[in-house]
């Protein structure tokens, strides 16, 4: 034997090892919050969770053996989800108390940070009213009641949500895998939330109760000023967009996962792929049609939104319409617009930020545009990416029933092209709105849904692993918030690419890549969340998915991937 080891009693200490280099040593038991408590204060970002080795863990999570222990706060994206998914704990069980009657439905996210609800059962809550359950909140977190967790048997979980009416989350737990459930406990309130939680009420001191339409918005911090509530824009258009989806739903008798999965169990899957791929046509055919009757008041079609939202397939799909409306959409490539490399502006970081407004030759894109409404002969710039240079293009010259369509990150952006050019153009905002929740208290986030998307797209088109495309993630997710989320107001119209059926379909095709990423690697967290999520769904067939389906713009088969617009 090496008389280097030897056999010891355990010690009733164990040390903890934090990021910075200093080890930490506590009582075997101790949590992983009192030991990063005192040693990692911070007023700007709040400490909201751990990672405890290579796993996300909340602060009452007790260390038992030698660990590495990293912080979780407010301004890390899991650490924001904690405090969401908290916060909406409190809302659900404030409401529940005031008005035991009623159902509350968590709905979509808004700008600036927050959840649009809903109430059934009774009218929308009044001022007095929304100021009361504002009051049953705050109270609350001044009394720092803990959120107590427990896995409690599958039957147990079901029973409980049948006595208390809470049919969506029956029907939502009559598909789970696994024999057990987690359920949080606020004084006599239990509910299941998909993931963890703060260890207390008396961390939730930001929020906000803002009345909206026939609803109301829970305002929560952004993750950027995360002990502040941002000011809360006017969003009509997105609201509309998202009232759009609740009436599509409607139609569809599909509020839930649980209903979806019902329908699919039940042979119906086919009849909920045609009404959806329906709906997306007809709405496609609408705005066609709102660009054709505007003349030439619209010879301009500028196009955006966010990573993954099926604007390639939209763009394409939009054209065929506007050719069968007797118009000749041409295709603009924004891309060969980039100024030369050597004068693309820097980020923050020292690197060059090729999403920045100003890669863009924004006179040259005027100029040309202004000439190619005018009917003039235009030669048109071409990139050369492997050089970084611009170089001469084809020449084009269009008619009078030529519609230019661009698109591009900065379609929305005042800034893109000149006032007598903006008077002449039709702005569309396309993204993948998902409003079909887990059930009434869980939402999908739009956000999960456009990733899985181009997860399952990355791995197939461009041989990337479930590890690169999260990575990159966070990177995208910083120039959306930058470039096109504060313009999607200015849109025209706004197309929903969301489909009911998606996620049903994503499953198959992007667990087997989400099980590949290793464990032990910072991506692991997201990859477990994400199967874990995923899990809910029953799997469609893909063959089931029409061949024009914004949807086969991920998981391929798109008869569109090689459809070419018209070129004068």
């Given at each position: 034997?090496n008389?280097?080891i030897q056999?010891?009693?355990?010690s009733d200490?164990?040390e903890?090892?934090?990021?910075?280099?200093?080890?930490?040593?506590?009582?075997?038991?101790?949590?992983?919050?009192?030991f990063?408590?005192?040693?990692?204060?911070?007023?700007?970002?709040?400490?909201?969770?751990?990672?405890v080795?290579?796993?996300?863990?909340?602060l009452?999570?007790?260390?038992?053996m030698e660990?590495?222990?990293?912080?979780?706060?407010?301004a890390?994206?899991?650490?924001?989800?904690i405090?969401?998914r908290?916060?909406?704990?409190?809302?659900?069980?404030?409401?529940?108390?005031l008005?035991?009657?009623?159902?509350?439905?968590?709905?979509?996210?808004?700008?600036?940070?927050?959840?649009?609800?809903q109430?059934?059962?009774?009218?929308?809550?009044?001022?007095?009213?929304?100021?009361?359950?504002?009051k049953?909140?705050?109270?609350?977190?001044?009394?720092d009641?803990?959120?107590?967790?427990?896995?409690?048997?599958?039957?147990?979980?079901?029973?409980?949500?049948?006595?208390?009416?809470?049919?969506?989350?029956?029907?939502?737990?009559?598909?789970r895998?696994?024999?057990?459930?987690?359920?949080?406990k606020?004084d006599?309130?239990?509910?299941?939330?998909?993931?963890?939680m703060?260890?207390?009420?008396?961390?939730?001191?930001?929020?906000?109760?803002?009345?909206?339409?026939?609803?109301?918005?829970?305002?929560?911090?952004?993750?950027?000023?995360?002990?502040?509530?941002?000011?809360?824009?006017?969003?009509?258009?997105?609201l509309?967009?998202?009232?759009?989806?609740?009436q599509?739903l409607?139609?569809l008798?599909?509020?839930?996962?649980?209903?979806?999965?019902?329908?699919i169990?039940?042979?119906?899957?086919?009849?909920?792929?045609?009404?959806?791929?329906a709906l997306?046509?007809?709405?496609i055919?609408?705005?066609?049609?709102?660009?054709?009757?505007?003349?030439?008041?619209?010879?301009?079609?500028?196009?955006?939104?966010?990573?993954?939202?099926?604007?390639?397939?939209f763009?394409?799909r939009?054209?065929?319409?506007?050719?069968?409306?007797?118009l000749?959409?041409?295709?603009?490539?924004?891309?060969?617009?980039?100024?030369?490399?050597?004068k693309?502006?820097l980020?923050?970081?020292?690197?060059?930020?090729?999403?920045?407004?100003?890669?863009?030759?924004?006179?040259?894109?005027?100029?040309?545009?202004?000439?190619?409404?005018?009917?003039?002969l235009?030669?048109?710039?071409?990139?050369?990416f492997?050089?970084?240079?611009?170089?001469?293009?084809e020449?084009?010259?269009?008619?009078?029933?030529?519609?230019?369509?661009?698109?591009?990150?900065h379609?929305?952006?005042?800034?893109?092209?000149?006032?007598?050019v903006?008077?002449?153009?039709?702005?569309?905002?396309?993204s993948a709105?998902?409003?079909?929740?887990?059930?009434r208290?869980n939402?999908?986030?739009t956000?999960?849904?456009?990733?899985?998307r181009?997860?399952?797209?990355?791995?197939?088109?461009?041989?990337?692993?479930?590890?690169?495309?999260?990575?990159?993630?966070?990177?995208?997710?910083?120039?959306?918030?930058?470039?096109?989320?504060?313009?999607q107001?200015?849109?025209?119209?706004?197309?929903?690419?969301?489909?009911v059926?998606?996620?049903?379909?994503?499953?198959p095709?992007?667990?087997?890549?989400?099980?590949?990423?290793?464990?032990?690697?910072?991506?692991?967290?997201?990859?477990?969340?994400?199967?874990?999520?995923l899990?809910?769904?029953?799997?469609?067939?893909?063959?089931?998915?029409p061949?024009?389906?914004?949807?086969?713009?991920f998981?391929?088969?798109?008869?569109?991937k090689?459809?070419?617009i018209?070129?004068?």
């Amino acid at each position: 034997m090496n008389d280097k080891i030897q056999t010891i009693t355990e010690s009733d200490l164990v040390e903890v090892h934090l990021p910075d280099g200093r080890v930490l040593s506590g009582p075997r038991g101790t949590t992983a919050g009192e030991f990063l408590g005192t040693n990692y204060p911070s007023d700007a970002a709040p400490l909201v969770a751990a990672v405890v080795n290579t796993d996300l863990r909340e602060l009452t999570y007790q260390i038992q053996m030698e660990t590495r222990l990293a912080p979780v706060t407010m301004a890390d994206a899991d650490g924001a989800r904690i405090y969401r998914r908290s916060l909406t704990f409190l809302l659900s069980a404030a409401f529940s108390n005031l008005f035991p009657a009623s159902h509350l439905t968590i709905d979509h996210s808004v700008s600036s940070g927050g959840y649009f609800c809903q109430i059934t059962d009774r009218p929308p809550l009044n001022q007095t009213e929304l100021a009361s359950l504002d009051k049953y909140m705050r109270d609350w977190v001044v009394k720092d009641e803990p959120f107590c967790r427990k896995e409690v048997s599958l039957a147990e979980a079901t029973a409980y949500f049948e006595t208390k009416g809470y049919h969506d989350k029956v029907q939502l737990l009559s598909y789970r895998q696994k024999p057990y459930v987690t359920l949080y406990k606020l004084d006599d309130y239990r509910d299941y939330h998909q993931g963890y939680m703060v260890p207390s009420t008396g961390y939730l001191k930001w929020f906000d109760l803002v009345p909206a339409g026939d609803g109301f918005i829970l305002h929560y911090p952004q993750r950027r000023s995360p002990t502040s509530i941002s000011p809360m824009p006017e969003y009509p258009k997105l609201l509309a967009a998202f009232r759009q989806y609740s009436q599509w739903l409607a139609r569809l008798g599909i509020g839930s996962v649980g209903e979806l999965n019902d329908a699919i169990q039940d042979g119906r899957s086919r009849a909920v792929i045609l009404v959806s791929e329906a709906l997306h046509e007809q709405n496609i055919a609408e705005i066609a049609r709102q660009i054709a009757g505007r003349g030439e008041n619209a010879r301009v079609v500028l196009i955006a939104g966010p990573s993954s939202s099926g604007k390639t397939t939209f763009s394409r799909r939009l054209a065929v319409q506007l050719l069968a409306l007797g118009l000749s959409p041409f295709a603009l490539e924004l891309d060969n617009f980039f100024v030369d490399r050597e004068k693309t502006p820097l980020g923050e970081d020292g690197q060059f930020d090729f999403e920045a407004l100003e890669t863009l030759d924004l006179g040259l894109l005027g100029e040309d545009l202004s000439r190619l409404i005018a009917g003039e002969l235009v030669q048109l710039p071409k990139y050369n990416f492997k050089a970084g240079k611009r170089e001469i293009g084809e020449t084009v010259q269009l008619g009078p029933e030529h519609i230019i369509i661009l698109e591009g990150i900065h379609g929305l952006d005042p800034r893109l092209v000149p006032g007598q050019v903006a008077g002449r153009a039709y702005r569309i905002y396309v993204s993948a709105l998902t409003q079909l929740n887990l059930d009434r208290h869980n939402r999908v986030s739009t956000t999960d849904t456009r990733l899985i998307r181009r997860i399952v797209r990355d791995f197939r088109e461009r041989g990337y692993t479930a590890v690169q495309t999260i990575n990159r993630w966070e990177s995208v997710r910083r120039g959306e918030k930058k470039y096109i989320f504060p313009y999607q107001e200015n849109a025209d119209a706004m197309f929903n690419s969301a489909l009911v059926y998606e996620l049903s379909s994503l499953k198959p095709l992007a667990e087997p890549i989400l099980r590949q990423v290793p464990h032990g690697t910072p991506e692991y967290i997201e990859a477990k969340r994400l199967l874990a999520f995923l899990e809910w769904f029953l799997p469609v067939e893909m063959d089931l998915i029409p061949d024009n389906s914004i949807l086969r713009e991920f998981v391929g088969g798109s008869i569109l991937k090689d459809f070419t617009i018209w070129k004068a």
